[in-house]
């Protein structure tokens, strides 16, 4: 189970993510790579997604590089989904090449102990590594996140907006009681059931940044490292 808990302080600085989270987006699609749950609600993306990346030639570079980052587990590095790309794909990729070597050495040990990690990318503390992982990325997210976008805006527009409703009726904890099935608000806790590892997070006065996600299907999915700024990455389906 993951716990959230709440001040006051908390409860004033809960915000949503005004548009969508390209570097969460791109977790996200990753994941419906490596598992049949939900491809109906994706099917007709699935099936051009994988006709982009082979046109675009990133069938190898998916394979090698992001799908041993992005494993659909219990844990996926953080540095992957700094939240500076709340402001949009670069600002994300330049956080990506500015974390620091210690904390991109630390994260992929953790990694290690789930998965295997290929040799190639245990050199990304190292600049040049990172730059062309960064470039990976940009790429594919170009190849198969953009064509989406509009769909993907239009989903969180329609998400804020129905929040704001929540929010109006029954202030922030109304908008956390409003979160779907998945999540359950429990003054002054929000919990969420299903989640693969116990886990609380404090939250210290920092607030919450909700991040309504076209591609997460079902299980809402939250950063490892509880003094990185708190974020929930939920579903919008």
Known sequence: MLRFHFSAEDLARTRVAPAPHALWEIAASLHRFQTPAGRWAYAHWYRTARERLREAGLESAVRQFLLPLYPRASYWPDFLTPLEGAAGLEAGLKAILATPPAQVTAELAALARIRRVPPHLSRLPEKEPRTELVSVLRAYHRAVIEPHEEWMHEGVHTERVRLARHSLDGGTEGLLGGLGPAVRWQ??????????????????????LLIPSYFCWKGPVSLADPALPPVLAYSLH
Do not use: A, K
């Open 187 to 208: 003054h002054p806790r929000l919990e969420i059931g299903t989640y693969p590892t116990e886990h609380d997070i404090r939250l210290r006065g920092r607030g919450l």
